[in-house]
């Protein structure tokens, strides 16, 4: 989930997996998976920027709870 602002300034949280495509125009035009078109205040570097960030924060926090897992089952999984 990244934060992007529409035009009128309201801020909202947008699901990165619905984007299908970024489009600079002179405002940046986000095309989502539902047809759904959005105008924002980012720019296309801005959003990429962020679901970069966004993924690797997720990316990350699933290797922490593989490292945190119970030795046992990870011990388990190797067997088999």
Same mark, same amino acid.
């Given at each position: /989930?990244?934060? #992007?602002?529409? !035009? +009128?300034?309201?801020? /909202? *949280? *947008?699901?990165?997996?619905? #984007? =299908?495509? %970024? $489009?600079?125009?002179? +405002?940046? =035009? *986000? #095309? !989502?998976? @539902?047809?759904?078109?959005?105008? #924002? ?7 990429? +920027?962020? %679901?970069? @960030?966004?993924?690797?924060?997720? /990316?990350? !926090?699933? =290797? %922490?709870? $593989?490292? $945190?897992? +119970?030795?046992?089952? %990870?011990?388990?999984?190797?067997? @088999?």
């Amino acid at each position: /989930m990244i934060w #992007v602002t529409r !035009l +009128d300034g309201d801020r /909202m *949280l *947008l699901n990165d997996d619905q #984007v =299908l495509y %970024v $489009e600079a125009t002179h +405002d940046t =035009l *986000l #095309v !989502l998976s @539902t047809g759904e078109r959005m105008r #924002v205040l980012e720019s296309p570097e801005e959003i990429v +920027d962020r %679901v970069a @960030t966004w993924r690797q924060r997720i /990316m990350g !926090l699933s =290797l %922490v709870h $593989e490292f $945190e897992a +119970d030795p046992e089952d %990870v011990n388990e999984r190797e067997r @088999t």
